[in-house]
């Protein structure tokens, strides 16, 4: 069984952190774009998910997070996706969010390629 | 400049051009979305919009494409294309300058432009909202064959629930769900997504999709609940319920396969078993009867199955005798080869010892009933020929009677004495008889699976073609020819009939 939604962030070499466990559907892409939307007024264009805790999203739920790539990619920042279980990375593809977001292994692979993006 | 992606963008984007047509003058841009009453100030150009919208409207509630001039300036609202409005207020920079013919034209003019530029905003709108549509079928058809692929890879039937339950919920946007496994009225098992959760709270047809099949006398349900949307809970689809049966389906077939499997490897184990047990008695039933001086002795198992429950053999003992066996187990298979197995060795055991025959079958009586099922007995022939005389201490424990063909052309029956083995716990008094065996003279042993073959309309060998007239009326000069003649007759009789039954005989001649 499944743990109800729930996320953490952090700021590492000013790049957010997002991590995410359970079910991103309406009330987890709700929170993942609310924590997004309080860094990104702050100035903060690169952002990492951590979806390693999610192993099921649905199209509402993916549909804050090409909500939060759009923004992104007007104001010239950029998104990561980490940690991603198979089903979920197979999902985005179909989605087409990797066309605009990026996807790595892992948070310490996003972070080194965020930072050394000019 | 990145594309203008909603209302707002518009609007800025907008008031920076008009700001360049109408120099000096304050500029407002105004919203109010189809099913509010409300208006939004989307670029407050401190031209007072709000209140000259309100002049501007009077009591109406919407307007088509108008303008007016208003105390504070000029006005104009534009029903979009989607019922929304937009409107644009001018307030000029003094109170003595006024706005001309021409800026009136101007003004209108640009609400055909803003008009067309929302109309396009949508247009993209709609192209993405369906391009994320066809996205999304795309990706249930995918799930749907993945999901497919997947249970009928998992172990767990657990697990293969809870993956058709969570995909189902992905797939058609529930918020949650549940599977229930039912016996009867109980339930047995409860699996939740995306955690536990009491179904009591959700009201309404609409917010609630189900699905069962049932499966080895358990009925199981899957029944996802309200489905989002940006806006809220909105009712299922169609398609929905058809994504959530489909994966029903998917569960129902795996654990059908998975059951034909399971079957299928019990069936190979089975299988291995019995020709672990066929070898062993294979063992057992003699290849090669050995050679008796002036005697011809030859003999044949046919089991019905891989391993049967028939017996018989010929055997040496130390004083220059020979034990003439032939035995029969209630039953076939396994159990019955157990029993034959058994029987061939407490009596190969026995024969050593040179007990009495009577006291031999007592003793085999007992050691049988122990060994066996109370459904399990064996019937039995057992002699000891004493080749130079012709001498046969015989003991017939429940068995067919055993034939001899006299010189004189008679056939004798030697009929049954005694219990069959192992059927009673008791100290039952076996008798044995004594016969001699003239020279020429033939002895026929054999299994009720020659008198009981069974032909395509279900007769009896036996009863058709009576054993002894075909013992009286076949006199080959080899034994084995005997036995081939027999089983030829049996073959004929039985055609395409499958074998019902282990076919067992012995015969001995006496040379002349």
């Known amino acids: 069984m499944d743990q109800p939604f729930a996320l953490t962030s952090d700021l590492k070499d000013n790049c957010l952190v997002i991590a995410t466990s ?6 987890g892409g709700e929170a993942i774009a609310k924590e997004f939307t309080r860094h990104f007024e702050k100035g903060t264009k690169k952002i990492v998910i951590n979806l390693a805790k999610s192993k099921v999203v649905n199209s509402i739920g993916m549909s ?38 990026g996807k790595e292994p892992t948070v310490e692979d996003a972070l080194r390629v965020l930072t050394s993006r000019k | 400049m ?60 919407q307007s088509s494409f108008s303008l007016k001039k208003t105390p504070i300036g000029l006005c104009s609202a534009s029903l ?10 001018l307030k000029s920079p003094s109170s003595r300058a006024k706005f001309s013919e021409t800026d009136k034209v101007l003004l209108r003019l640009f609400m ?24 999304h079928r795309v990706l249930q058809l995918n799930s749907l064959i993945d999901t497919g692929i997947e249970v009928s890879k998992l172990d767990q039937s657990a697990s293969l629930q809870q993956l058709a339950l969570e995909r189902a919920a992905s797939l058609t946007n529930a918020s949650k769900g549940i599977v229930r496994i039912r016996e009867g009225d109980k339930v047995v098992e409860e699996s939740f997504f995306p955690d536990r959760f009491s179904t009591q709270a959700i009201n309404g047809e609409q917010q609630t999709i189900a699905t069962s ?12 609940f309200e489905k989002e949307s940006r806006r809220g809970v909105i009712p299922f689809e169609d398609t929905d319920q058809m994504l959530l049966d489909a994966l029903a389906r998917q569960v129902h077939a795996s654990l059908e396969n998975r059951f034909l499997l399971e079957k299928e490897l019990e069936n190979q184990r089975f299988e291995q078993d ?5 070898a062993i008695q294979k063992k057992i039933i003699p290849i090669k009867l050995p050679d008796i001086a002036g005697y011809d002795v030859a003999g044949i198992n046919i089991p019905s199955k891989s391993v049967g429950g028939d017996y018989y053999d010929c055997i040496p003992l130390g004083d220059g005798s020979f034990a003439l066996v032939i035995a029969d187990v209630a039953g076939k298979g396994v159990p019955a080869a157990l029993l034959v197995s058994s029987l061939h060795a407490y009596l190969s055991a026995y024969l050593e010892g040179a007990i009495p025959l009577s006291q031999l079958a007592q003793r ?42 006299r010189r004189d052309g008679s056939v004798q029956e030697l009929g049954a004495v005694g219990l069959p083995l192992g059927m009673l716990d008791m100290d039952f008094p076996y008798q044995s008889e004594r016969i001699t065996i003239e020279k020429g003279e033939r002895l026929f042993l054999y299994t009720d699976g020659i008198t009981e073959a069974v032909n395509e309309r279900e007769e009896f060998y036996d009863v058709e073609r009576p054993l002894r007239d075909f013992f009286l009326g076949h006199q080959p000069a080899q034994s084995g020819a005997f036995i081939r003649e027999l089983i030829t007759d049996i073959k004929k009789f039985t055609g395409s009939a499958p074998q019902s039954d282990d076919i067992t005989a012995l015969y001995l001649r006496r040379l002349p």
């Open chain 1, 22 to 27: 359970g079910y991103v559907n309406n009330v």
């Open chain 1, 64 to 101: 804050f997070l090409i909500e939060i790539i759009e923004q992104l990619e007007d104001a010239g920042g950029k998104l990561v996706f980490t940690d991603l279980d198979p089903a979920v990375e197979k999902m985005l593809a179909i989605m087409g969010l990797f066309k605009y977001a």
């Open chain 2, 2 to 61: 990145s594309a203008v992606t909603n209302h707002v963008d518009l609007a800025k984007s907008s008031s920076r051009l008009l700001a360049k047509l109408f120099k000096n003058s304050k500029i407002d841009f105004l919203y109010r979305s189809q099913n509010s009453s409300d208006w939004q100030l989307l670029v407050d150009g401190r031209a007072r919009g709000l209140e000259q919208i309100r002049d501007f409207l009077g009591d109406r509630n």
């Open chain 2, 80 to 89: 979009m294309a989607d019922d929304s409005l937009f409107a644009i207020a």
């Open chain 2, 112 to 135: 055909n432009l803003l008009d067309t530029a929302y109309q396009q905003l949508l247009h993209r709108r709609n192209e993405k909202a369906l391009i994320f549509s066809l996205n």
């Open chain 2, 213 to 224: 099949f049932k499966f080895a006398n358990r009925a199981f349900t899957f029944e996802l």
């Open chain 2, 274 to 278: 019995m020709a672990v047990a066929a």
């Open chain 2, 364 to 405: 085999l009586n007992k050691v049988i009933w122990r060994a066996s099922t109370d459904d399990k007995f064996i019937t039995a022939f057992i002699g000891i020929l004493k080749p130079g005389n012709g001498e046969l201490e015989m003991l017939n424990a429940g068995h067919n009677p055993t034939y001899l063909l």
